[in-house]
């Protein structure tokens, strides 16, 4: 294996090479936000994907799977925001059917090698008769340097854009890879309510490609909550294009450790933008559960505790109540002995053994105010740890989703 240097990451959307991109307001939001974004890739891209696991799925979902497993190839993807395009019917699939058919006749490409994204408003019929010219109007402005008005176009609830840059090296060749994202609310693994898109000119075997990118979600998307509710149009794709020129990226390459460091970098940050730009929140609060009889159980804790309303509104008071997060440890699916449970505020010791301990009350309330800090829970059942990052519940969210 080749020496790998320490990876930069830029909150920059910086495109790789053979890509183009662009966001614009055609006017499916009322107060003339961006609303749309197109990606486009010169040379076509392997293809993976990422969706949601909500039984209620939006018809870009359904199609875009069906082309990440049955194609595996793209040119590009079209995306627009307001209107989720979920509980549409069949006239929903023809929508989005239409999208990638009239983004693909732009650049001359097949129908089948374009992508479609919604997110917005579930049960709305897409505006079809603004999203058609926004999509030409999108395929005129495309360009290498469009990456940071396509962050834009993508976003609903989002306060800013979400995108992280980074390089890394295969074969001597300086590759890069670049996430954009949105994602405020509606956050609960597994995936949030949330897009992203990965867009690389390393070249990437295909089962590969699909394989890096499960392991980096299950660490990154699949680990955050803002509010405990799950999408209808969860999606993560990654493109791999392969304009880098060097050999094919897979297991067992000496540089495949410097991809799968890139990967799970871009998506582990872009995940960190989604809790702490959460709907209304204030503070982005790691959650990590040890000493769990199994894997399961660590998890199970920890997401109990992390989606906790009563923990979460103790967080907006800077109020260390650890006796809710007793009680969310009790009712989770984890095997619990409260008399061998120890929490921690930061390096502060609260309880020990399921009692009060240690520090006081108010020094412990020095960490809750502060705007991130980790609670960290030792059932002492066994050797498995799990992580889950969330944040508080504001009176703003609740304004936001009224």
Not at 31 to 52: Q, R
Not at 271 to 295: N, P, W
């Amino acid at each position: 294996m080749t020496s790998m240097k320490k990876l930069t990451f830029s909150a920059a959307a910086m495109l790789p090479r053979g890509f183009q991109a662009t966001g614009l307001a055609a006017g499916l939001k009322q107060n003339g936000a961006p609303d749309m974004a197109l990606f486009y890739s010169e040379p076509p891209a392997t293809l993976a994907g990422v969706f949601t696991t909500n039984q209620v799925k939006a018809a870009t979902v359904r199609l875009d799977a069906e082309r990440v497993a049955k194609v595996g190839v793209a040119r590009g993807i079209v995306v627009n925001s307001g209107q989720a395009n979920a509980c549409t019917g069949k006239q929903g699939l023809r929508d989005a059917r239409a999208m990638a058919a009239h983004a693909a006749k732009q650049f001359d490409v097949p129908a089948n090698q374009f992508l479609v994204c919604s997110t917005g408003r579930i049960g709305v019929p897409l505006r079809m008769d603004i999203i058609l010219p926004g999509i030409e109007k999108l395929a005129k402005a495309v360009s290498p340097q469009g990456g940071e008005q396509a962050a834009r176009g993508i976003l609903t609830t989002d306060t800013r854009p979400k995108r992280f840059t980074t390089t890394f090296t295969v074969n001597g060749q300086v590759c890069r890879l670049t996430g954009i994202a949105k994602g405020a609310g509606m956050i609960q693994p597994n995936m949030a309510t949330m897009l992203a898109f990965l867009l690389t000119d390393a070249r990437v075997e295909r089962g590969a490609l699909q394989q890096s990118l499960r392991a980096a979600v299950a660490q990154s998307f699949n680990r955050i909550t803002v509010d405990g509710d799950q999408s209808t149009n969860d999606t993560a794709l990654l493109l791999a294009n392969g304009s880098a020129g060097h050999s094919l990226l897979k297991p067992g390459h000496p540089d495949w450790a410097a991809w799968v460091a890139a990967l799970e970098g871009v998506t582990f940050r872009l995940a960190m933008e989604m809790v702490r730009d959460g709907e209304g929140a204030q503070k982005l609060v790691t959650v990590r559960v040890q000493g769990a009889r199994s894997a399961a159980d660590a998890e199970a804790a920890a997401r109990s505790v992390a989606n906790s309303l009563l923990v979460k509104t103790s967080w907006v008071g800077s109020y260390p109540n650890w006796g809710r997060i007793m009680d969310a440890l009790g009712y989770s699916s984890a095997k619990v002995n409260e008399n061998k449970v120890e929490i921690h505020y930061n390096h502060l010791l609260a309880v020990k053994n399921g009692l009060k301990a240690g520090a006081s009350l108010e020094r412990l309330a020095k960490i809750a105010a502060r705007k991130e800090f980790t609670i960290t829970i030792d059932l002492h059942m066994g050797r498995q740890a799990a992580t889950v990052y969330s944040c508080d519940c504001t009176e703003e969210y609740v304004r936001i989703n009224m």
